[in-house]
């Protein structure tokens, strides 16, 4: 049995190609059409909206290219042997490649997604060429395996289906095989550096490519079945049978999209303004250096006390590790993450941790060192009972980061109660007083970015790092070098970062698990089980505050209906006067941005400049040397070209471009740290993008100090890379950016 009974013709191939060609411009044509109308429309304050309309509208268009695509390559399958005529065999070959298209669109844009977002766009430098190569082949194997199916059940008898559906496997299969390989060879930076039309040339002769190879297979297949002595084309029951089938599989889609509206529309319960902390027995005076008094001006608003004299700043974190070169830190087996477990067992009372992402990696992650911090304690707890006579209590709060490619959210907090448990960590001992308690933050978009760690009222610790192994050294299991930078400080600002936990926690649902419940069970046995509750047995919400330093630090959280961090952070960039420098993974323009690639007038200074990015432009027009380094690969690469195509284009009109410039950091970059004059330290969770900066956007919690150490060290850290960074070079289809 051949799988090729005859060679194809010249004239064969070349209909499939036309036919691919006409269904992609279509695509591409209304897709463009539909996005135009969606962004004329729909009003730029709903950026959610808009890409979610955008994105229901691309698929439908998507979905009626392929099937345009599939009608005309009807001519060059040998359905008329199967007794189809030739307004038939469209129809059907449409419907088949029509229906697939629009199947598998939403898993795979899911996966691009997530790629793109996923540890700050981190995955793009661990992502091989090897493993590029097999997901472009499984996508496009998967693709003809289900095209090939649906067509042979609509034209061959069902038992001759596998036919088609292991050609169109076969044959897509291996065109993605070779078309993925190319990609991994020449790398997705070189195809982005191509620019707009370049990428779209690529694009389009692999698709032709995968569709004329798979299509010439799926061809030869219906030869085969026409020769078997059932050659008659499918019956009518047979063909109601499928497209029924396809009706339902289609309202599967639809349902996942209704739900895809509900997952982006998801807000949180509880709508109280941010509370007031406490703050007795304190007494600041109001600062006159210039950098802290902007601050302070903004974090002192609407009566919320003064917590920023009398601390001690204990210094940075840093993930992987410190570097000699900058740090006299030493390096440990697991970066900062041992420096969280310590401060976490050496803890007394209480212990709040808040963070976006817990990975599930068991008993070797960045959540087992974590949780082996915890077991410390209690081992300590139980050694010691007295020295912890009102018990301690533990909580972690987790941001419902979520899971795009099959809208599942809240499923990392059994990850984190799994680390727990797997390292001895009992949920609750009354006996000694002992609690801990998990809960996931109520709201999908947004979700909660904030990432911070507060120990007995007392020691605050913010950082821009999730709980992930690709902020590991690389020699570790999983680990990727992701850089990224925390801030330790100890004093009355810790009770402002409580209250920024307590604030997270009441807007999320505990988790109740039953008793006896191990690791191995905890999905089954454990539960949402109604909104947290604020409370502080231990008292580290009232007790009376006092100085413990000379230091200044200021604590700025944001989210939706309480903006201060982007106000602080405004306030400084506008104090600022002789350089700003800026280490962040993002430096991206409003999400409309994203389209550039198809447009990129889409995109201008006036419409698209986030409030940062226009308060840098006002410092340099004071004189103000900006630097900045940036994350180069992935989607946020792309992101990030844009806005610095946008604002170079924007200084040049003015005559600034003589003071600012912009390198590709010389690795993976997860960090989001600025600082101002030398002397005013920003560590913490916010980004420079759109996500962070707009009304409904995402929590986010940060930490400025003043303090000469800190301050010292990160320049030095700053000054090391530099030296290693490459200019941030950009292709020239960028320069058509408008202002």
Known sequence: MRLLPRPPSPAQGGRLALAALAGLALGLLLARGVLSVVLALVPPGQPLVRALVGGLGALVSVTLGFGLSGALSARALPLGRLGLSRGQARLRAGAATGTTAGLLIVPVTGVLGLAGIYQGGGLGDVLGGLQLAGLVAAACGLYGLISGGVLGLLTVRARLAWRPALAGLLGFGAAGLVGGGVVALIGVPSLLDGGGWALLGWLTAFLVAAQVVGDLAIAASIHAAAEHPERDGADGRQVTLTLAALGVTLLGVWGVAEQAVSFVQSRPTRAEPLAIPAASGLDCPAPTA????????????????????????????????????????????????????????????????????????????????????????????????????????????????????????????????????????????????????????????????????????????????????????????GGGDLRDFGLWVRGPVARDGLNVFDDLWVRSTRVECDPGVTARRVRSSCRGAGPAEATHPQGT?????????????????????????????????????????????????????????????????????????????????????????VHEHSLLGLENRVGLAVLRRELAARGLSGRFEARWYPGALHAKVMRVDGQMLVVGSQNLHYSSWTPRGLNEYSVATSEAGVNAEFGRAFAHFWEEAQPAALPGWLKAVGR
């Open 290 to 477: 210039p950098l802290e008094r902007a601050l302070w001006e903004v974090t002192t608003r609407g009566g919320r006390p003064d917590l920023s004299c009398g601390n001690r700043v204990l210094g940075l974190l840093h993930t992987p590790n410190p570097d000699p070169a900058f740090s006299d830190r030493p390096p440990t087996p697991h970066g900062a993450y041992d420096v969280l477990a310590a401060q976490i067992a050496g803890a007394r009372r209480e212990v709040l941790y808040a963070v976006m992402e817990w990975a599930d990696e068991p008993r070797r992650g960045p959540g087992a060192v974590l949780a082996g911090g915890v077991a410390e304690l209690y081992r300590r707890v139980q050694a010691d009972p007295a020295a912890y006579p009102q018990g301690v209590t533990v909580r972690i709060a987790l941001g419902n980061f979520p899971v795009t490619a099959n809208l599942e959210w809240g499923s990392q907090v059994y990850a984190a109660i799994r680390d727990l448990l797997d390292a001895g960590v009992p949920l609750a001992d009354p006996a000694r007083g002992w609690r801990v308690e998990v809960a996931n933050y109520a709201g999908t978009f947004p979700h909660s970015h904030a990432k911070l760690l507060v120990l007995d009222g007392r020691d605050l610790v913010a950082m821009g790092f999730n709980v992930g192994p690709l902020h590991f050294p690389a020699e570790r299991p």
């Open 541 to 629: 919400a009232t007790f009376p505050l006092s100085p413990v330093g000379t230091d200044r630090a200021f604590s700025l959280y944001r989210r939706e209906g309480f903006q201060a961090a982007d106000a602080a952070q405004l306030a400084l960039i506008g104090a600022a006067r002789r350089e700003i420098e800026l280490l962040h993974v993002s430096f991206s323009m409003g999400l409309r941005c994203n389209l550039a690639l198809l447009n990129p007038r889409l995109c201008t200074y006036e419409a698209d400049a986030l409030p940062w990015m226009r308060a840098l432009v006002a410092a340099m027009e004071r004189g103000v040397r900006v630097r900045v380094m």
